[in-house]
């Protein structure tokens, strides 16, 4: 096992601390430049290892076709990377990537490329800054040319037999004036962190960025490495072993590291300013080991016995909770010590609880960490729940108008045997009833007619003022009548329902009669009346919830009905009929504030005319003639909510 102090050192030389047995690329490395120097941008330091001429790959030099591309794959990494992957039919393949440009080209002097796979990919629908791929075999080997587009960072590893190409999007860094203040860069790299996120970033990296180009280079070497860069502590395990191909260009070193331990199938662990380093069954091993240890502790522990009061929920309700299968996040267990156990809430498996219904009593039995566990829990639970006042007024306002106008004509003659009235039946009566009468001055007297007028209309059921005037002649009798009905009225009905209830729980309150009415009911040929009631109610039904930001939201539903008027059946009796509004609905509310949630609005207005054809068209003279009516009826139903909470501390012993 390997440990690697990190330390600082100059910004401008930093030495390399190698082990005795490190390979030559980095003796070779260390000799040639014998410093990192540091970028020539202070404002974005940047530590770079260039490789030595021992060991670069030439593109000039044709080599030896060792292997053959066995495939190339393309797919989409996180935050929209482009991801590029040359699987090789063998070991030994020496890629050598640079870029031009917009185009990243890999050259493997080495391989050899077949023919069904020279051929281009257009690549544009993966949204990846690579564009389109060119895979073509010429005399210097291999060579994968890649078109993209916007700013990007290449990253290029190999594991194995496949070599990766990651071609990352970079965010546009933006100009900063000489002289700003540093919050400005800051805020600056807050932004793109941000922006990084919602590209779909997992995690966002803050190393200082790092060059690296190396071939072939051993895993524990490049550890060291990056250690130096971090000022970390890294810890290698034994098993830390193989080598590992490079090429990134200005990467966090904290993102190099990660790519290092993906490409070797490696994990870490961190402790402060210590990074332990090995393979991933081993640290899986490491912690599975630890939990198994804990479970047998709490096997073995010794049991104790606490009783928990419950002030203000229910002891039944809180068991149920602490208990409950499905909360197996607190009692789960993995990998071998976990296997056939089944999670039990809160408890451990050898813990137990119950309660008492009449006390409203916990009773805990379980290992003292448990026990403590379950009474913090039961401390943030058992609080007072904060009420809610809810008020509601229910305003019927009802206005109506009636006017009616006309006249009446009518006129009587009795001349000789020529009788003329308002209708037959009076005319009849004036035959019948004065034939043959003579008065005291010799003129046949007619007597009384039940109805002389010519037209009698009737607008309105109400009966509307009139004033009538007769003109006497010796022959003839004028009759005239005007009338004329004006009328008006307003009402208002105002119920105002209130309730107070606890924080979601549904509240009730109802006001109303019930209506009785007869029914017959058949059964063997005989009838039995019955009698059945119907309701007529207001009623408001509530359940609030306060939410976190102090509002209230409310599902209510409101009804209010009345008995409008009757129905009479014949040998049955009378059966109510009901005007019914009702409303439901679900609103947030502002605590305190009034809101309208329903209302109805109804209009009608109606004309009517009564007259005689041709005499009531007739002008000026055709007003004797007719009726004129008017009438306007209008209905409003509005429904007010208004919540207000009561807080409700709890009391201190």
């Not at 332990?276 to 640290?283: D, F, L, N, T, Y």
């Not at 108008?401 to 009849?428: H, W």
Request: hydrophobic fraction near 40%.
């Amino acid at each position: 096992m390997t440990f690697t102090n990190a330390h600082r050192r100059s910004s401008t030389q930093r030495a390399l601390p190698l082990r005795a047995g490190a390979c030559g690329l980095l003796a070779g490395l260390v000799a040639a430049f014998g410093s990192v120097n540091a970028a020539p941008n202070p404002g974005v330091p940047v530590a770079s290892f260039a490789q030595s001429s021992a060991v670069a790959v030439d593109p000039a030099k044709q080599l030896p076709a060792d292997v053959a591309v066995a495939g190339i794959d393309f797919k989409r990494g996180d935050g929209g990377a482009g991801k590029l992957v040359l699987r090789f039919d063998g070991e030994g393949a020496a890629p050598d990537l640079r870029t031009e440009g917009g185009q990243v080209i890999v050259n493997v002097g080495n391989a050899s490329l077949p023919a069904a796979l020279q051929k281009p990919l257009n690549v544009t629908d993966f949204a990846t800054p690579v564009q389109r791929i060119d895979a073509n075999q010429g005399a210097k080997g291999t060579q994968i040319v890649l078109s993209t587009q916007g700013a990007f960072e290449p990253l290029a590893y190999q594991t194995g037999r496949d070599y990766i190409v990651e071609i990352v999007p970079r965010a546009e860094t933006p100009t900063r004036a000489v002289g700003a203040a540093a919050a400005n860069t800051v805020a600056a790299t807050g932004q793109t962190a941000a922006q990084a996120a919602a590209q779909g970033d997992t995690r966002a990296y803050r190393g200082r960025p790092v060059t690296f180009n190396f071939q072939d280079v051993p895993v524990r070497t490049v550890l060291q490495l990056i250690a130096e860069l971090s000022d970390l502590n890294i810890v290698a395990s034994d098993n830390v072993t193989g080598n590992v191909t490079l090429r990134l260009i200005n990467v966090p070193w904290d993102q190099a590291l990660d790519i290092v331990l993906q490409a070797k199938s490696l994990d870490k662990r961190r402790s402060g300013n210590v990074v332990w380093v090995a393979p991933q069954a081993e640290i899986a091993k490491f912690e599975q080991d630890i939990a198994n240890a804990r479970i047998a502790l709490e096997e073995s522990a010794e049991m104790i016995t606490e009783y928990i009061p419950i002030s203000y929920g229910s002891a039944e309700d809180i068991a149920k909770l602490l208990t409950e299968e499905s909360k197996g996040s607190q009692g789960s267990q993995g990998g071998q010590g976990g296997q056939g156990r089944q999670s039990r809430g809160f408890l451990s498996q050898r813990g137990s609880l119950s309660h008492d219904r009449r006390t409203n009593t916990l009773l805990v039995i379980d290992i003292p960490q448990r026990v403590d566990e379950i009474k913090r829990l039961v401390e943030t639970l058992d609080k007072p729940v904060d009420q809610v006042v809810i008020e509601s007024r229910i305003v019927i306002a009802n206005e109506s108008f009636a006017r009616d106008l006309g006249a009446r004509f009518g006129v009587r003659a009795a001349k000789d045997r020529f009788i003329t009235s308002g209708s037959l039946e009076s005319n009849r009566n004036l035959v019948n009833t004065t034939l043959d009468a003579i008065d005291g001055n010799g003129r046949p007297s007619w007597g009384t007619i039940g109805q002389s007028l010519n037209n009698n209309f009737t607008i309105s059921d109400l009966n509307p003022g009139s004033i009538a005037f007769t003109i006497l002649g010796n022959t003839i009798d004028w009759d005239l009548e005007l009338q004329a009905l004006q009328q008006e009225s307003r009402g208002e009905v105002v119920s105002n329902p209130r309730v107070v209830t606890s924080n979601q729980r549904e509240a009730v309150i109802r006001q109303g009669r019930e209506v009785g009415y007869m029914t017959i009911q058949s059964s063997q040929g005989s009838s039995q009346p019955s009698v059945q009631f119907k309701e007529a109610l207001l009623e408001l039904k509530v359940t609030p919830t306060i939410t976190a930001d102090g509002r209230v939201f409310l599902n209510l539903a409101v009804k209010k009905d009345e008995v409008q008027d009757y129905t009479t059946i014949a040998g049955y009796g009378a059966v109510p009929n009901l005007a019914k509004r009702e409303v439901t609905t679900a609103v947030l509310i502002e605590d305190g504030q009034t809101v309208v949630i329903g209302g109805v609005y109804e209009f009608s207005d109606r004309n009517e005319l009564s007259k005689v054809p041709f005499l009531g068209d007739l002008p000026v003279i055709g007003n004797l003639f007719k009726t004129k009516g008017r009438s306007k009826d209008k209905a409003e139903l509005l429904i007010f909510v208004t919540p207000r909470v009561l807080r409700v501390a709890p009391r201190g012993y």
